[in-house]
């Protein structure tokens, strides 16, 4: 008998095609003998005028067929990429041009596009041509752009690209007026999503059907298509985009469109062949988005129990040479830095600043880890002002569970009030505090540090808006053999959609979980959809999809009500059956159902004979109901009334090493409340993957850029990620469910969590195991090597 799947650990149904090598990724797709290669020219500087480009050994390669530059691009091709959210304090927004028009303003921006028989002699051709520069000089750094002694774009005054500020209440009057007061400055530095899987783009141009097909890697199938459509000048319907199995995409392919995307549907539909781009991995370093980089000034006022009087925050965001995704980023760190505390008054105030380095749009976590890092140090300064324990300075500050939903007072990044849904940050630190041992870690890190050892530390608490809009869509069909297909628009990149989104169904539908089957990010299944990005796919495709099955539901029992003579209300669906309730042996399948809910002239089968006009219908009546559709299906969309709030705390126990300054992770605790859990087994992967991911960026990563604007570590040799042997080898996890009165399901979002308090985390714990000897050791900037920690102390001895 069918048993309730949501909240189930149920296996997921995808990973046997990838863990045997049967992952079909954009750069398997065409393999045709006629398929053409493209390779692309970067700058080799930050900044730089184009004087000149000869591509005129180019032309007699054997086995090039065409070479695209600016000029030879042509009316909406010929104009900036688009800058996808615009906002009203985005006061000065650039974007690129698909191939570079008079200046270049970041090593890696695209000059000149080629097309040969394979991509050896694409890129050996893109090495004939000649360009001429007039150097310019660069501006590298968030104090370079502030400093505005040179400026990334002539026509934006002080390199500001936008200045925005929100607040409630005085701060600064709050803050002159409180008991005490303290000042932080502090820094995140860039960072960068590095999936497997590089971007890469596939089109092929249909002359008998005047149809264009792209295969790209991204998390917008639909904006790609949009964008593609405007471009070249064709009708939405005569663009399909489809995205295969997508290897990592952590945000850095919800950016759309990369000049690619554009470049090869063009060459497809000039040559008549289907034209392939796969980026290669220092492609990706150099011309690829980066996040992460922001400097916060903090000044906080509070009381003698550490409680909230008056925060002022002041921060620069790197957005680096272009605008393309907005000020996403820096408004989610200025408004998710409060995490679950009402700080009474805060007036927050940032800059966007444009620097000769690769663009910045969301990475895994948008922001919300800059925010984190912020609020969290400033709660252990607090503490360690006061002389309190960390966890009480937290707990005077907590929204309390009656005050929900729980107004900020701001506006959020969907333009939306910055209202809490639900939540209970009060039991979530006792479970963390359980979890970690934080009572008792005051007296093992004492029996460590009687051994030589030094031990420390470190919370944090956050929030996180999950589930923003506009809207997602579903449909769902029943196929006459009982089958199930499940259509949603958005993308997936390994998050375990196919098998929660057959959860949602199969509870729904009454079906076996092995009869539901999930397409997503396939345009031709599904032409309304927004994307995947910030924690959204549950909440906003999840909830579509247990309306569409509703929907698809309610036909199934009208249709089944008529074939047995009973009253929908006493019917049931179990196992793919509709049976009268209490009588079960007067039932009747789903694929039946199916087959009876298309009136049929012809029969094409024994099945189908059952569906023609001799066979059912009543003769006064007209076969297909007024307001009603052949064959039985549902269709739905959810459309949110403002982001659901996702909130966490982590801890971690780090030991640092007294000589190398290396820092090993002992124990690393996480609890978590996404709502109501759909597979509580693939939301524990998710957090593992995002602690791994936020282990890295806090120890490990970052973009290291020289003062002439040149990466100096664009390769897996040199940028340094964690190992298996650096990531936790067990985490502790402890779940909350407050459910969101916000959509059906009761449901958050849970993608990004994992990795939102790893700044904050790190530096609590690592600054706790200095200050063994050390009682005014700090840690103020992140990511933290053990050289850093190293120099760290070289200061405070």
Same mark, same amino acid.
């Given at each position: &008998?069918?048993?309730?799947? &949501?909240?189930?650990?149920?296996?997921?149904?995808?990973?046997?095609?990838?863990?045997?090598?049967?992952?079909?990724?954009?750069?398997?797709v065409a393999v045709e003998r006629d398929l053409l290669h493209a390779a692309v020219l970067r700058s080799p500087h930050a900044h730089a005028r184009i004087v000149d480009?000869?591509?005129? $050994?180019?032309?007699?390669v054997e086995g090039v067929h065409a070479v695209w530059t600016y000029e030879d691009l042509t009316g909406p091709m010929s104009e900036p990429l688009p800058l996808l959210i615009p906002h009203p304090d985005l006061t000065h927004g650039r974007t690129q041009y698909a191939l570079a028009k008079d200046e270049v303003n970041y090593v890696g921006e695209a000059i000149a596009f080629v097309v040969a028989d394979d991509r050896y002699v694409a890129e050996d051709a893109v090495d004939r041509i000649r360009v001429r520069y007039e150097p310019l000089p660069p501006v590298v750094g968030i104090d370079a752009a502030r400093a505005a002694d040179r400026l990334?774009?002539?026509?934006?005054?002080?390199?500001?690209?936008?200045?925005m500020e929100q607040s409630v209440g005085d701060a600064p009057a709050a803050i002159k007026a409180a008991p005490h007061t303290l000042t932080l400055d502090l820094t995140v530095e860039r960072s960068a999503c590095t999936p497997l899987e590089g971007r890469g783009t596939v089109a092929r141009w249909d002359p008998d059907l005047n149809r264009l097909q792209v295969w790209t890697s991204t998390q917008s199938s639909t904006g790609v298509r949009a964008v593609v459509a405007v471009k070249l000048g064709l009708d939405l319907g005569q663009v399909d985009v489809i995205t295969p199995d997508v290897g990592g995409g952590f945000g *850095?392919?919800?950016?759309?469109?990369?000049?690619?995307?554009?470049? *090869?549907?063009?060459?497809?539909? #000039?040559?008549?062949?289907?034209?392939?781009?796969?980026?290669?991995?220092?492609?990706?370093?150099i011309s690829s988005a980066h996040e992460r980089g922001q400097v916060h000034h903090i000044e906080v006022g509070f009381d003698d129990d550490g409680r909230l009087l008056g925060l002022d925050v002041e921060f620069w965001h790197d957005h680096g040479a272009y605008t393309p995704y907005g000020l996403i980023v820096p408004i989610i760190t200025s408004t998710q830095l409060l995490g679950p505390y009402k700080p009474q008054n805060y007036r927050v105030v940032f800059e966007s600043l444009y620097t000769n380095t690769?663009?910045?749009?969301?990475?895994?976590?948008?922001?919300?880890?800059?925010?984190?890092?912020a609020m969290e140090r400033t709660m252990d300064a607090i503490a360690s002002y006061l002389g309190k324990d960390r966890t009480e300075v937290r707990s005077v500050n907590f929204i309390q569970p009656d005050e929900f939903p729980f107004d900020q007072g701001l506006i959020f990044q969907d333009g939306r009030e910055l209202e809490y849904d639900s939540g209970d940050y009060p039991a979530s630190l006792e479970k963390i505090k359980a979890l970690v041992g934080w009572d008792e870690f005051p007296a093992f890190q004492a029996e460590m540090a009687a051994q030589g050892r030094h031990v420390g530390i470190g919370l944090a608490c956050y929030v996180e808006g999950t589930g923003v809009g506009p809207y997602e869509g579903a449909h769902v069909h029943i196929e006459t053999s009982g089958k199930v297909k499940v259509a949603t628009?958005?993308?997936?990149?390994?998050?375990?959609?196919?098998?929660?989104?057959?959860?949602?169904?199969? $509870?729904?539908?009454?079906?076996s979980f092995e009869d539901v089957e999930v397409v997503t990010g396939d345009t031709r299944r599904m032409p309304y959809a927004v994307g995947t990005f910030a924690s959204r796919a549950a909440v906003m495709s999840g909830s579509a999809i247990h309306l569409a099955a509703k929907r698809a539901k309610e036909k199934v029992l009208k249709i089944a009500a008529d074939a047995l003579e009973a009253a929908p209300e006493d019917l049931e669906i179990v196992d793919g059956v509709v049976s009268v309730k209490g009588s079960p042996g007067s039932s009747i399948d789903l694929g039946t159902v199916s087959v009876l809910s298309n009136p049929l002239r012809y029969a094409f089968d024994e099945? @189908?004979?059952?569906?023609?006009?001799? @066979?059912?219908? $009543?003769?006064?009546?007209?076969p297909v109901p007024e307001d009603e559709e052949p064959g039985l299906e549902g269709k739905d969309f959810y459309s949110p009334e403002r982001a659901t709030f996702a909130s966490g705390m982590h801890a971690v126990i780090v030991e640092t090493?007294?000589?190398? #300054?290396?820092?090993r992770i002992l124990k690393y605790a996480v609890v978590h409340d996404c709502g109501h859990l759909i597979n509580p087994m693939i939301v524990e992967g998710q957090i593992h993957g995002g602690v791994a991911q936020g282990v890295g960026g806090a120890l490990y990563e970052r973009m290291a850029y020289d003062e002439s604007g040149q990466l100096l570590n664009a390769s897996f040799m040199d940028f340094l990620m964690p190992y298996v042997t650096e990531v936790p080898d067990g985490i502790d996890i402890d779940h909350l469910e407050t459910p969101s009165p916000l959509n059906p399901l009761g449901i958050k979002g849970a993608g990004e969590a994992g990795v939102i308090p790893s700044a904050a985390v790190f530096a609590a714990a690592i600054e706790d195991a200095e200050r063994v000897g050390r009682p005014e050791f700090t840690v103020t900037a992140m990511p933290i090597s053990p050289s850093e920690l190293f120099a760290l102390r070289q200061e405070h001895s």
């Open positions: &008998m069918t048993t309730k799947l &949501m909240g189930q650990k149920v296996q997921r149904v995808e990973d046997q095609r990838f863990l045997r090598g049967q992952g079909r990724y954009v750069d398997d480009i000869d591509v005129a $050994d180019v032309l007699d990334v774009h002539d026509d934006v005054p002080g390199n500001i690209g936008a200045r *850095v392919k919800i950016n759309h469109p990369w000049p690619e995307e554009l470049l *090869v549907p063009l060459a497809a539909r #000039a040559l008549g062949r289907t034209v392939k781009f796969t980026e290669d991995r220092r492609e990706h370093f690769v663009m910045v749009t969301p990475y895994r976590g948008a922001g919300r880890p800059q925010g984190c890092y628009g958005l993308t997936t990149q390994g998050q375990g959609h196919q098998t929660v989104f057959a959860q949602l169904v199969a $509870d729904e539908l009454g079906c099945a @189908s004979k059952a569906a023609t006009q001799f @066979s059912v219908g $009543d003769p006064g009546k007209p090493d007294p000589e190398t #300054a290396e820092i």
